[in-house]
């Protein structure tokens, strides 16, 4: 079936700086792929839907200066956590749209010392 | 506004039980459904959908739910939990009504532990 690959699968940053986290659709094209965040004993929230070559709709509440994401590519949209605070640890996740089937990549990890 | 509820964050059954997995929802127009499982280091692989069609949905490694519109449920179930059953389990919500799964709410997760 269609894979969806994530990468890192977890990463330490420092304070202040920036990390990419990348999304991957390995053998098949996404027009749409979306963003998900998961705090601790709670949900999976969508943060954000990425349309390849257009600007990402941001749900309510997320800040789209700090969580930048780009989908460049039909296989590819990134996420950028940009000065990223101890508050922004969390598991992020990201799945791709094929007709009406999502597949979900295996999260990333993050951790803001 | 649509919701979903998983009763119980963490469930434990002995290997060769019944595994019920409980999800209600709430949802204003008529609801698409879905349980997904992720095992460790893996991303979320769907189990199975309820688009509408039969209320008796049979997905992937012997599991189904029955969707029961006056108990707003979407319970998962499964005769005979195996060890390799052991992983978190999430129950969604679309909020398309067309039934695509392009925006999905999630419910918090049942953490299935499987005991030889």
């Known amino acids: 079936g269609a894979v969806v690959s994530q990468h890192p699968s977890r990463v330490i940053c420092k304070s202040g700086t920036s990390v990419k986290i990348e999304c991957r659709s390995l053998d098949f094209q996404a027009t749409t792929m979306f963003w998900y965040r998961q705090f601790p004993k709670k949900s999976l929230m969508l943060m954000a839907t990425?349309?390849?070559?257009?600007?990402?709709?941001?749900e309510q509440g997320v800040e789209k200066d700090k969580f930048l994401i780009n989908h460049a590519s039909l296989t590819l949209s990134t996420l950028t956590v940009t000065s990223a605070h101890p508050e922004d640890s969390s598991f992020y996740i990201c799945?791709?749209?094929?007709?009406?089937?999502?597949?979900f990549g295996e999260g990333s990890w993050l951790t803001v010392v | 506004a649509q919701s979903v509820t998983q009763l119980g964050s963490h469930v434990s059954v002995s290997e060769g039980a019944l595994v019920l997995l409980r999800c209600n929802y709430s949802s204003s127009v008529p609801p698409y459904l879905f349980w997904y499982v992720q095992y460790p280091n893996q991303g979320l692989q769907l189990l199975l959908k309820y688009t509408s069609a039969a209320t008796l949905v049979k997905g992937i490694n012997g599991f189904e739910a029955e969707f029961k519109k006056s108990e707003t449920s979407f319970h998962l179930t499964k005769p005979s939990a195996h060890m390799s059953d052991a992983a978190e389990y999430f129950c969604a919500v679309s909020l398309e009504y067309g039934g695509s799964q392009g925006n999905l709410i999630f419910g918090k997760g049942t953490k299935l532990s499987v005991k030889p």
């Open positions: 990425s349309n390849e070559g257009s600007k990402a709709t941001y």
């Open positions: 799945s791709a749209k094929i007709g009406n089937t999502i597949y």
